[in-house]
């Protein structure tokens, strides 16, 4: 299962981030979240002691079509 970052732009726009053009991944969820913190970390304090959502980990589902094909189908 891989994990990506998005922040949010103060305007209700989510936006995913990017390193030289390649989106960031993660394989683990706590991974993921570590990077957030070290990117963006006044956001991630803000967001314990202000509310409200500026940053988030999303988990990238599997495209159907990527699952390996039954035999017969």
């Known amino acids: 299962m891989l994990f ?3 922040v949010e732009n103060g305007k209700g726009i989510w936006s995913d ?3 030289n053009g390649k989106l960031l991944t993660y394989d683990s969820e706590d991974a ?3 990077a957030l ?6 956001l991630v304090q803000m967001e314990k002691y ?8 999303i988990r990238i589902l599997e495209d159907e079509d990527d699952w390996p094909k039954r035999p017969g189908t």
Request: without cysteine; proline residues 4%; charged residues 40%.
């Open 4 to 6: 990506k970052l998005e």
């Open 32 to 34: 993921a979240r570590a």
């Open 50 to 57: 202000a509310g409200g959502k500026r940053t988030r980990v």
């Open 37 to 42: 913190a070290d990117r963006y970390p006044v």
């Open 17 to 19: 981030v990017y390193e």
